[in-house]
């Protein structure tokens, strides 16, 4: 058994370290249009709402340089903190995910508001050959389990093959593939749904692989874009605090968990009291 196997609690190690030959690429927009027209399309839906000024002559000013750029990312991201949320909803990315596994896909899809996927058929592939995944608790496990997990998948995807030269169609013989059967899917998503989902994914509470795909996807969008790409995090970091369950024993260090803060805010108010003074609360 390895150290992380009996230490459930401890922080999820980055999954960054394995290569688990999964791919997240982005398609669309490029660095160029990313730089020259994203953060002036936010800019103009954030200041539209506070200006005289109709929305293509703020677009204009903001493209031409004749508002910095500093300036519209200091507008960006104070309306971006304050939840103002339609205003990123204007820009979208376009990612190529490869090599991922079914187990992954089911998650990614229950992502609903502001992303569309295209997945990969399992009815109209007829795959030669379906690879799969092992994970790393897996292939670092004593030999034997490893090569019946190897040999249990290996078995599995030989059947399908079998199947499908008996005749039986794609989309029955697919009922024998394992959930690390690997699969590729085209995403694209408006960027305040990028944010959310990082803010889930990104989380050490999130499962390793999905995990995994958001480290990806935030290097492409800071690739393209290190002001942007400062959006994506976990969800800790812009609340402040850890709202998950299961890090009530503090396990994971990003934040202190809620039960602390309010924990320090009673002791604080207790002090205060102490003294004949009431903290102020809504
Ligand atoms: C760590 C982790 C563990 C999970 N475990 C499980 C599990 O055990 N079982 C399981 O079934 N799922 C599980 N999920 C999936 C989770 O419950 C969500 O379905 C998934 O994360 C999609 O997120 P979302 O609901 O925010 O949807 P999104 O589509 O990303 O929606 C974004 C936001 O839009 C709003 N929204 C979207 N649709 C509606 C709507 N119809 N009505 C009102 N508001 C809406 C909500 O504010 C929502 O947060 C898990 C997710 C994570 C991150």
Redesign the pocket.
């Known amino acids: 058994m390895t150290a992380e196997a009996r230490t459930p609690t401890a922080t999820p190690r980055s999954p960054a370290a394995r290569e688990l030959g999964m791919k997240a690429t982005l398609l669309f927009p490029d660095r160029e249009i990313v730089q020259r027209y994203y953060v002036p399309l936010v800019y103009t839906a954030c200041r539209t709402c506070y200006s005289e000024l109709e929305p293509d002559e703020i677009f204009r000013r903001a493209t031409s340089g004749q508002v910095a750029a500093e300036k519209q990312q200091e507008l960006i991201k104070k309306v971006i903190e304050s939840g103002h949320g339609s205003t990123i909803e204007h820009i979208v990315f376009t990612f190529g995910i490869s090599g991922v596994t079914r187990t992954l896909s089911h998650?990614l899809v229950?992502?609903?508001?502001?992303?569309a996927f295209d997945q990969q058929s399992q009815r109209y592939v007829n795959y030669k050959r379906p690879s799969y995944m092992v994970p790393g608790s897996i292939a670092d496990a004593e030999p034997g389990l490893r090569d019946a997990f190897v040999a249990e998948m290996d078995e599995s995807l030989e059947l399908y093959g079998r199947l499908l030269g008996a005749g039986i169609p794609g989309e029955d013989a697919r009922f024998v593939m394992p959930n690390a059967t690997r699969t590729n899917l085209v995403m694209t998503t408006n960027l305040r749904?990028l944010i959310?989902?990082s803010g889930?994914?990104l989380?050490t509470?999130?499962?390793w692989e999905i995990r995994r795909l958001f480290q990806l996807i935030r290097h492409e969008i800071f690739a393209v874009s290190p002001f942007l790409g400062s959006f994506l995090a976990p969800k800790c970091v812009p609340l402040g605090y850890c709202d998950e369950d299961r890090n009530r024993d503090g396990h994971c260090p990003i934040r202190p968990h809620k039960d602390e803060v309010l924990a320090a805010w009673a002791e604080k108010r207790a002090a205060a009291r102490a003294v004949g003074r009431e903290l102020p609360t809504v």
């Open positions: 998650q229950r992502h609903r508001a502001g992303v749904a959310h989902m889930l994914r989380c509470m999130a499962q």
